[in-house]
């Protein structure tokens, strides 16, 4: 399971083979991508495979940017969006290895005050709600993003605190009690919440704490966390797109927007990390083999409940996701969608890695998802 010895071979798309033999190469795997980006609103695809044996296999297919027809730059950077949260559940899931906080502690404990609901929001509590519940969406906490009720465009360049973003979910009626049986509900807020937990425990800015405990620590070269008022990419990246939109924020006829460029500060600890789909399935790869939690803790980051509106047999933990796969296998791992980028990531329990990114968020998403579960079940 070791992350520094893989061996890795680049694949671009279909259109750019030289006919050459490559070891690694599934054509079907190609011809799936390929597939996903025939139409044009799904301009470029991203993958990366980890297979069992250690081989990195990248591929790409479609456009980098529609303006220029560009390749899709191989394994390049991408907005990974909610699949940051699996870095914030481990950063706190190790406080809780250290002895440092308990799963079932209040938010109180920590942040004393700081959670009381106004207006709308009155009957949320931090004296209510534990850590476990905000890790695995059973914390009652707004479902709602209430700073961007038009979408991205109108608040593109704007940066946001995370005590902001708190205050504004604060004031939005909370979806049920916390902890109520078998209710359970997606709350980007929970997650701001939880990294504003792990810098008080740290002492530290998130950003930190997540940098010093995961990235540097299994050696992430190609993965970070934006700093304030950083609204770009590193190279290399494709640009992401929008579909147009309305003075409403409702998706209209006409060419793509691009919104490559975006303050990504309102996912926050949410939702606000950058990396390349190898590099996330080293993080992958390296969760699961015990370098970042003890055994004991990610099988209690895997004990998943029920979650309405996902996909047949997943299943929600803390901070990861339960997928049972079309094979029979259960892998594990997260999704993210930022404006202009969609990625999928997870680990089958043999090891095999597989992060898929496209450069459009809002089309194709089912059909991303059923080629990520045959990318996970393939054999090679």
């Not at 250290?98 to 920590?110: I, R, S, W, Y």
């Not at 009652?140 to 608040?155: A, C, E, S, Y």
């Not at 309305?246 to 919104?259: C, K, P």
């Amino acid at each position: 399971m070791a992350v520094a010895g893989l061996a890795v071979t680049n694949v671009a798309s279909a259109g750019a083979l030289d006919g050459a033999s490559r070891p690694a190469h599934d054509k079907a795997m190609q011809a799936g991508l390929d597939a996903l980006v025939a139409d044009g609103s799904l301009p470029g695809m991203l993958m990366s495979v980890r297979n069992r044996d250690g081989r990195v296999t990248n591929y790409t297919a479609g456009v980098g940017d529609i303006r220029t027809k560009s390749k899709v730059p191989t394994d390049g950077y991408v907005r990974i969006a909610s699949i940051t949260k699996m870095f914030t559940a481990v950063a706190i899931l190790q406080f809780a290895d250290e002895g440092k906080l308990a799963l079932d502690d209040t938010v109180e404990k920590f942040l004393p005050g700081v959670v009381r609901g106004t207006g709308d929001g009155a009957a949320v509590d931090g004296r209510t709600i534990t850590i476990r519940q905000l890790l695995n969406h059973t914390s009652g906490m707004t479902t709602r993003m209430p700073l961007m009720p038009k979408g991205i465009l109108p608040i593109k360049d704007r940066y946001f605190d995370a005590r902001e973003l708190l205050d504004a979910a604060l004031a939005q009626a909370p979806t049920f009690a916390p902890g109520q049986d078998r209710v359970w509900g997606y709350s980007n807020a929970g997650y701001v919440l939880l990294g504003l937990v792990a810098q008080k425990v740290a002492g530290r800015p998130f950003a930190e704490v997540v940098t010093d405990r995961i990235i540097n620590r299994i050696g992430l070269k190609e993965t970070y966390y934006p700093g304030p008022g950083d609204r770009d990419i590193r190279a290399p990246h494709p640009q992401g797109y929008l579909l147009p939109k309305d003075d409403q924020g409702e998706a209209i006829d006409g060419d793509l927007i691009d919104i490559t460029r975006f303050d990504p500060s309102i996912a926050g600890a949410a939702g606000q990390m950058i990396a390349t789909p190898s590099d996330v399935n080293k993080f992958l790869v390296a969760l699961q083999a015990g370098r970042l939690l003890t055994p004991g803790r990610l099988a209690e980051m895997r004990q998943a409940v029920d979650a309405r509106n996902f996909p047949d047999g997943w299943r929600y933990g803390l901070g990861t996701i339960e997928m049972k796969l079309s094979c029979g296998i259960t892998a594990y791992g997260h999704g993210g969608d930022a404006d202009g980028f969609q990625t999928r990531a997870a680990i089958t329990p043999d090891g095999r890695a597989v992060t898929v990114a496209g450069t459009n968020d809002e089309v194709h998403q089912y059909a991303v998802l059923d080629f990520f579960d045959k990318a996970l079940c393939a054999t090679k």
